[in-house]
């Protein structure tokens, strides 16, 4: 690996890091409705990186969510590398960083993947725990316009444009 | 469509941490908390974002007033646990020893942690004030001043008894659960065999062992006295002979935070040192809590800076302001995860204060964080009204309370303070508020595992 994309690679767990503490610290006053940026920074990446280099931000997004929840470490990474499977589906027959696309995708997947967790919590709690989905819906929608927003800003987050395929 | 092997990896991958998520097993979760140990340093680089962190520290004449209410009622509730002097036959000596909770397969098997192991053997009884409760089984090898318990409710506990009605008297044997009512009232209740005289089916059963036939295990004998229950008759089948059980004196299923050991005198320590001071230094781990807030919106939780290499284990208490403000969830390798009382299906077992004095309340349940309401809602299931605990409180409906920490969990000491509330009086189910405040990143302190703590 170049000396460039590991610095890229470096970077990517800097800027994961600030963007996790971001949306921990804003979901402290915006609850629910606190974007799920993390995954959406995830989804951004799927749309720009190398198929073999997915599978490794997945579980680079994955150090980074973990620093700042509670989830478990299984359930997290099941969830990320699931998502970028998907993203590379999505990819593949859609302009994924369109705007279009990236909001509802955005959604879509911020939604699965709460959902997921959601649904893993109230399992380890032998289900004495209500499944409320519901309670993905506000982020859901959140990460949708984040997504939209946002999207193009996350591509361009100083020193990863060396993690990205190359384009004819 | 042919799979590459890149995505078949990714997919077996996929589907064992699937698999690994919807049932854990321990020693993955070791492995990947040594695996994300990394994630420390990821934590770090967003620690100066605790500048928008708007905690308040209480000030230290509030902590020690908290910590004083605190020890107040973990005494309190130990004096209410100490067997009368009127009990304890032939100069026994009480050791006092705190639930630490069941065993993993057996709901009728306690582990309790000692004053003081000198003296105790298995097979002496274990009480709770003048209440019955158990016999030692076994004291732990590896960790001193570490018993086991068999409860009165194991199927295979047997004691000998007699109820005294007038000048009759019926001796009996008690041990074990009978088979719970189909109606309204699902308490338990304690089995009863044999009786010498079915003719008296009510009034207050003892603990009477008979002298023993072949081994004299004079030990046994100690508990002679001890209440067990109320007798009565259970409703019986056209043809079948009456039975009897009894209601408990004691609320097995979630009542039991603190017991006594008796032992006889001639075994007895010279001196019994009491349990160990609730805020004692020894017995917490300072660590600090990392940025204030949880990525995903429906939990309440908060990752610590220490992890099981500096002494962090699951379940650990996590005290801030002589406040009790969750658990340890998991101890990763250098960072751990902490659930927080307003996390959605956070558990612990709970003593209420009313009007000073302690009320067992069993286990709460939270429920999450109510924004309409700004408090934290918990259930609470009560098989018996809270008359039944506290008679002062006979005609209300509804009473102030102070929650604290009750113990029967590892790593969680009875008597740290949660909050204010108010109870409905009632049995059955209710759901409670707290008012709790959220907790910012900054210090905290850890229970340590109790094994590790200088009698």
């Not at chain 2, 934290?376 to 009204?385: H, I, L």
Request: glycine letters at 8%; proline letters at 6%; hydrophobic letters at 45%.
């Amino acid at each position: 690996m170049s000396s460039s994309r590991l610095v890229s690679w470096a970077m990517l767990c800097v800027w994961a890091s600030w963007v996790g503490g971001l949306q921990a610290i804003a979901a402290e006053s915006l609850g629910a409705w606190v974007p799920d940026a993390l995954t959406i920074l995830l989804l951004s990446l799927t749309a720009e990186l190398d198929d073999r280099d997915v599978p490794k931000a997945c579980v680079v997004l994955a150090f980074a969510r973990l620093a700042f929840t509670v989830e478990p470490a299984e359930a997290t990474l099941c969830g990320f590398l699931t998502l970028g499977a998907f993203a590379l589906g999505v990819r593949s027959v859609a302009e994924a960083s369109g705007a279009l696309v990236r909001t509802l995708w955005g959604g879509t997947a911020v939604l699965l993947f709460s959902g997921w967790l959601i649904f893993v919590h109230a399992a380890r709690s032998d289900f004495a725990l209500e499944l409320d989905w519901t309670r993905a819906l506000p982020t859901a929608a959140s990460s949708a316009v984040f997504a939209l927003c946002c999207g193009p800003l996350l591509r361009r987050l100083p020193g990863l444009s060396p993690l990205w395929r190359p384009r004819w | 469509m042919t799979l590459t092997r890149q995505k078949t990896i990714w997919f077996v991958c996929v589907l064992c941490l699937c698999v690994l998520s919807l049932r854990p097993e321990p020693f993955v979760e070791r492995v990947l908390g040594v695996f994300f140990a990394p994630t420390r340093v990821l934590a770090a680089l967003a620690s100066p974002l605790s500048v928008f962190d708007d905690e308040v520290q209480a000030a230290a004449p509030q902590v020690e007033a908290l910590e004083r209410r605190c020890r107040t009622v973990r005494d309190r509730y130990r004096e209410i646990a100490r067997p009368p002097a009127t009990l304890l036959a032939r100069g026994a000596v009480a050791i006092e020893a705190e639930v630490e909770g069941r065993a993993e397969r057996s709901r009728d098997t306690l582990w309790i942690r000692l004053a003081t192991a000198e003296g105790v053997r298995p097979g002496v009884p274990v009480v709770c004030g003048e209440a019955y409760v158990g016999r030692v089984l076994a004291l732990d090898p590896e960790r001193p001043r570490r018993a086991r318990v068999e409860l009165l409710t194991g199927a295979d506990f047997r004691v000998g008894a007699a109820v005294e009605s007038g000048n009759r008297r019926s001796d009996m044997v008690c041990g074990g659960l009978a088979p719970r009512a189909s109606g309204a009232d699902r308490s338990l209740r304690l089995a009863v065999h044999h009786p010498s005289d079915r003719a008296i089916s009510e009034g207050e059963v003892r603990v009477a062992e008979p002298p023993a036939l072949v081994l004299d295990d004079e030990d046994a004998r100690l508990g002679d006295g001890f209440l067990l229950g109320d007798l009565f008759p259970l409703q019986a089948r056209e043809g079948e002979e009456q039975r009897l059980a009894l209601r408990p004196a004691l609320d097995f299923a979630a009542g039991l935070f603190h017991v006594c050991v008796l032992v006889p005198p001639e075994r007895a320590p010279s001196r019994v040192p009491p349990i160990e001071d609730l805020f004692e230094e020894d017995a917490w781990l300072a660590g600090d809590l990392i940025l204030q807030g949880e990525l995903s919106a429906w939990r309440s939780g908060r990752k610590l800076s220490l992890g099981s290499g500096r002494g962090a284990r699951a379940g650990g208490a996590i005290l801030r302001d002589a406040r009790f403000l969750g658990r340890v969830e998991r101890a990763g390798a250098t960072l751990s995860d902490v659930r927080l009382l307003s996390d959605p299906g956070f558990s612990f077992p709970a003593l209420a204060a009313i009007d000073g004095e302690p009320c067992v309340l069993g286990r709460l349940v939270s429920l999450g964080f109510d924004e309409a309401r700004g408090r934290v809602r918990f259930r609470m299931q009560r098989d018996a009204p809270l008359s039944e605990s506290l008679p002062a409180v006979l005609g209300r409906a509804s009473v102030s309370a102070t929650l604290f920490t009750g113990a029967g969990e590892r790593g969680v000491p009875l008597g740290l303070f949660v909050g204010d509330t108010t109870l409905a009086t009632r049995a059955g189910t209710q759901v409670i508020e707290v008012e709790l405040e959220t907790p910012g990143a900054g210090e905290v302190f850890v229970r340590r595992p109790t094994a590790e703590v200088a009698p």
